[in-house]
T-cell receptor, first 113, second 112 residues
Framework: EAGVVQSPRYKIIEKKQPVAFWCNPISGHNTLYWYLQNLGQGPELLIRYENEEAVDDSQLPKDRFSAERLKGVDSTLKIQPAELGDSAVYLC???????????FGPGTRLTVL | GEDVEQSLFLSVREGDSSVINCTYTDSSSTYLYWYKQEPGAGLQLLTYIFSNMDMKQDQRLTVLLNKKDKHLSLRIADTQTGDSAIYFCAESSRGSQGNLIFGKGTKLSVKP
């Protein structure tokens, strides 16, 4: 069974540029999560989807961050415009309704110059 | 609010046992998890324990839960160099609406 897929793995951009990250969850997992992991820290939840509905986006900085999960499968997280402080690893995870364990993708390491 | 604390570093010799400790504050925790993160990789789920259990064993891994003291530990028997990584403790609870709250991670170094 394929795991959570994320792309790109690495992204380097200049500040004020837009950037987007893509996630494909494990087949059959209807819950999808985006996490932010700063250096030396544990992941922090940005947004959680149940199917195509964002059920918890309280930690998403909505002035510059947006996310979508059309058709309840793949998801995209966007930052526009990026700031220096956005440099971090962006992790995607998924889980099924019947079993709550979250499985993580490899992450996208973003560097903003 | 919810908080999860871990010591930042642990160093052991190959073949010894490693014990990684974690404390949490939310008394409504339902599940507690241990994840492993190798350099440049995502988080790998190692094991988890339901809050009404006090121990769970899975091959070389033993999880102990002291719910009264809100203390969780992960014991790795016969630690190998391949176990070198960062280990994260995480809890989910009614207070976190089922979302995972992570500690900062414990970096385990295994010396040959």
């Amino acid at each position: 069974e394929a795991g959570v897929v994320q792309s790109p793995r690495y992204k380097i951009i200049e500040k004020k540029q837009p950037v987007a990250f893509w996630c494909n969850p494990i087949s059959g997992h209807n819950t999808l999560y985006w996490y932010l992991q700063n250096l030396g820290q544990g992941p922090e939840l940005l947004i959680r989807y149940e199917n195509e509905e964002a059920v918890d986006d309280s930690q998403l900085p909505k002035d510059r961050f947006s996310a979508e999960r059309l058709k309840g499968v793949d998801s995209t997280l966007k930052i526009q415009p990026a700031e220096l402080g956005d440099s971090a690893v962006y992790l995607c995870a998924s889980s099924s309704m019947t079993r709550g364990e979250q499985f993580f993708g490899p992450g996208t390491r973003l560097t903003v110059l | 609010g919810e908080d999860v604390e871990q010591s930042l570093f642990l160093s052991v010799r190959e073949g010894d046992s490693s014990v990684i400790n974690c404390t949490y504050t939310d008394s409504s925790s339902t599940y507690l998890y241990w994840y492993k993160q190798e350099p440049g990789a995502g988080l790998q789920l190692l094991t988890y324990i339901f809050s009404n259990m006090d121990m769970k064993q899975d091959q070389r891994l033993t999880v102990l839960l002291n719910k009264k003291d809100k203390h969780l530990s992960l014991r790795i028997a016969d630690t190998q160099t391949g176990d070198s990584a960062i280990y994260f403790c995480a809890e989910s609870s009614r207070g976190s609406q089922g979302n995972l709250i992570f500690g900062k991670g414990t970096k385990l170094s295994v010396k040959p």
